[in-house]
């Protein structure tokens, strides 16, 4: 099993990146995918979460709608549309996928924001 994140990077404040999220190994329709993200000296926090069908999405109050999680099934893949991009979300981002009580992780991806 394994979730491979990419497309992180540096980037000025105001900027935008996208991440993904490709996986393999099991039956990526069938788990709930979401994006948690580390910084540093922080705990790990939830920004993002897709459920199976890719029909509902959350997301942790504190983006202001500049985050857009989605998935295409057909190529187990997820992704993170991040818009506006500010100094407070550099941090490490992981793609997590979820079923019942099954939890794999990715290896994160690098995410600065900075001038």
């Known amino acids: 099993l394994q979730l491979v994140e990419s497309g992180g990077g540096l980037v000025q404040p105001g900027g935008s990146l996208r991440l993904s999220c490709a996986a393999s190994g099991f039956t990526f329709s069938n788990y709930h995918m979401s994006w948690y993200r580390q910084a540093p000296g922080k705990d790990r926090e939830l920004v993002a979460r897709i459920t199976s069908a890719g029909i509902r999405t959350t997301y942790t109050d504190s983006l202001e709608g500049r985050f857009t999680i989605s998935r295409d099934n057909a190529r187990n893949t997820v992704y993170l549309q991040m818009n506006s991009l500010k100094p407070e979300d550099t941090a490490v981002y992981y793609c997590?996928?979820?079923?019942?009580?099954?939890?794999?992780w990715g290896q994160g991806t690098q995410v600065t924001v900075s001038s």
């Open positions: 997590n996928a979820q079923r019942f009580s099954y939890n794999y």
